[in-house]
């Protein structure tokens, strides 16, 4: 596994179904998740698509700028630090944004987000 | 412990530490300890002592905006988010930045940096 190769195919993935259906992300968390979306605390699968479904826009469109990733220590798990642009319908400007994860491997082979946090870089 | 009253307390000992005398971060990293600056991936605590020592510039200022935490799983390590501006000596203008921490705990009580990755957020 090449974790360079598994975090940009993460990314393209977490970011694609965000800007197309935000509901379809819940596969992607546990009940131990936990996500903060700029300071706000939210636990759990569902919750956090609440709080991400329920954000006050329809649409938008991530243009990310830089992803890196490390592994996370010895229990298998890797962080992927994401920068990137968010583009919200109807809105001419872009907004700054950084966010990263904390993937952790299913007993699948896959990942799930345990942790996630978000933050807009205003200027 | 209070997560948010542990991380803020490194974010203040790292970034004032770093504005003052970098090597002194030596310290806070281990030989597994791994920095990702601006893509530039570099292991173990006098390599990446020596990267940020080496950087381009004498002095230096960081204004933090925002600092985030979250326990990082079971092997109770913390993950902190922060965002800021950093002032370069003679500079006029302050570069975005956006950092993350993995720490983990040592056998001495206190907590080292496994995991660091840092960007500028260019405007």
Do not use: W
């Amino acid at each position: 596994m090449d974790p360079d190769a598994v975090s940009k195919a993460f990314v393209e993935h977490y970011y694609t179904t965000f800007d197309t259906n935000r509901g379809n992300l819940a596969n992607l968390y546990q009940e131990s998740s936990m996500l903060t979306f700029e300071g706000e605390k939210i636990q759990g699968s569902q919750n956090i698509v609440a709080k991400l479904a329920g954000l006050p826009f329809q649409q938008c469109k991530h243009n990310i700028t830089t992803v890196d990733c490390q592994p996370s220590g010895p229990v298998g798990g890797m962080l992927v630090f994401v920068s990137g642009n968010l583009t919200l319908a109807g809105e001419q400007h872009s907004l700054k944004f950084s966010q990263m994860f904390h993937l952790m491997p299913t007993p699948q082979g896959s990942f799930f987000v345990l942790n996630d946090i978000f933050r807009l870089n205003y200027a």
